[in-house]
């Protein structure tokens, strides 16, 4: 079945850089979009980043654009969030998400879920 | 950025009736050129993380039950659920994926009264 496990997280000073690691199993990686979305403590959902199956195309959100690098290894099954200049603001649960449809050139919905890694941004 | 907003906040439901939450987005999410709606809808239930419920306005994801259905036109959209059940509770998210950045609603919390 499909698994998403979510690593890397914990707690960075600001100012700080962290990177999220999402190993994925259960399904062919290399054909499906991934994406990191991000939960604020008591907030809402706030998606982050899109990576296209084969790492071509990426697309960010405004509040992580020049700070967050999304990437992938096909041959590690792997995902991956670079985060550099991190804010108290950033402070999140970071789940991956695997794409419903593979290869799609839009995203097609979030079909998959890990269940997240903790980040804390403070001084 | 396309603004999704979601109504009402807080909806306390009695098991067994309907319930319905309203989305509606700044922007039409209609596609001309494919014919699609792209509004999803998610849950996330307690302490768990978000799950798909409707993709495309109104397809059920697999194993949703049939008592979930999404409806709407360009800019209004609709969850039902014909008869709530305990295991629905939690917050409902609304989502639209035509255009980056995808956005969210700001979400429904649903709760058995």
Redesign the interface.
């Known amino acids: 079945q499909v698994q998403l496990v979510e690593s890397g997280g914990g707690v960075v000073q600001p100012g700080g850089s962290l990177r999220l690691s999402c190993a994925a199993s259960g399904f062919t990686f290399s054909s499906y979009g991934m994406?990191w979305?991000r939960q604020a403590p008591g907030k809402?959902?706030?998606?982050l980043a899109?990576i296209q199956y084969d790492g071509r195309n990426k697309?960010?959100?405004?509040s992580v654009k020049g700070r967050f690098t999304i990437s992938r290894d096909n041959s590690k099954n792997t995902l991956y969030l670079q985060m550099n200049s991190l804010r108290v603001e950033d402070t999140s649960v970071y789940?991956c998400a695997k794409d419903?449809v593979p290869i799609a050139m839009?995203?097609?919905?979030?079909?998959y879920?890990?269940?997240?890694t903790r980040l804390a941004v403070s001084s | 950025d396309i603004v999704m907003t979601q109504t009402p906040l807080s909806l306390p439901v009695t098991p067994g009736e309907p319930a319905s939450i309203s989305c509606r987005s700044s922007q039409s999410l209609f596609d001309s050129d494919t014919g699609n709606i792209y509004l999803d809808w998610y849950l996330q239930k307690p302490g768990r993380s978000p799950q798909l419920l409707i993709y495309t306005l109104s397809y059920r994801a697999s194993g949703v039950p049939d008592r979930f259905s999404g409806s709407g036109s360009g800019t209004d959209f609709t969850l039902k659920i014909s008869r709530v059940e305990a295991e629905d509770v939690g917050v409902y998210y609304c989502m639209q994926r035509i255009e980056f950045p995808l956005t969210f609603g700001g979400g429904t919390k649903v709760e058995i009264k």
């Open positions: 994406h979305v809402g959902l706030e998606w899109l697309y960010y959100a405004d789940y419903r839009r995203s097609a919905g979030f079909h879920w890990g269940q997240g």
